[in-house]
């Protein structure tokens, strides 16, 4: 066996500790990436939501009102409501109301507010209030409800057995038949199937009925294009859909620091409800995640105009289906991997 030089066993140890350190170096690069990222996302909230309850923009005071008017609702819908439940935010509702009517003007979140007092109060009419001028207070708020807007908030009755769930529609077939695409008809969406789509997808849970989702839709075209070209998972097949839509969530509807991450449910709740929406319409949509660093949605921001108080959830492309595609089977994990029964 050849004897290895000394100037060889040299070189060997160069070449370790160099790859030692190049990892060295990437784990530290990784990590002030991380650390910076996060930052990011830290200054979005902090500027932009109100954890501190220091209502700054409409954003901030309507989020508030929707949730104080949803905490009535829901406490009505108990089964047997303690009189007068929620006193405080009731009053608190009232007073926040008038402030956000008189500096805003009567739109549908006054016509929420007022509408959501006085099925408050009809519902305890009989009862004696904690205090005579609160409840001057809040019924003043209702006598101020606008005309001629609809926004009736409150509760109402509902009876299961008039919807024959699960007869009407075969879910089974609704599910298992929708998939993401990579391939388009050259057919234009119209604008009516998106509304529709929009409308129903509204009905997705939000916390404390905030609605914070918001959707965006571009043509798929020199704009879609320059879209396209921020995300990395759409080579090959994007530019066939024809519309791009891309779902964003405003920062503004977040009142506490709990609530940090409550962005990327709601809007993926919303996303997804909206991607349903369009397969029970026909019509075909791939998800592009959009899972980036900051400068990728700094660079995003760049091609298209969204208001700095809204994080990205998810870029979209929609379009119509071909007569005939292949799609992958994509195979589901078996319940036993994801249901863990505790009963």
Known sequence: MKKLSPLHNCFQLLKVLRTFLGKRRREKRNK?????????????????????????????????????????????????????????KAVELARHSKNYSDKYGSDWVHAMCCSALDAYLKAFERATPPCQIELTIIKKATQQSPSGITSKAGIKNFKPQEFNFGQDVDFNRFFTTRFSVRQFANKSVSKECIDVAARWAQRAPSVCNRQSARLNIYPNDELGARILSCQNGNRGFGHMADKIGIVTVDLENFLSIGERNQAWVDGGLFAMTFIWALHAQGLASCCLNWSVEFGHDKRLRKVVSLPQNEVVIMLLLIGHYPEELTVPVSPRRPLTDIIRYHI
């Open 32 to 88: 002030r990436n991380l650390t910076a990222n996060y930052q990011y996302d830290i200054s979005k909230f902090s500027v932009f939501g109100c954890p501190n309850r220091n209502f700054k923009t409409r954003g901030h005071i309507t989020a508030y009102l929707l949730m104080l008017a949803h905490s009535i609702e829901k406490g009505l819908s108990f089964t047997n409501p303690h009189i007068w439940f929620g006193w405080d």
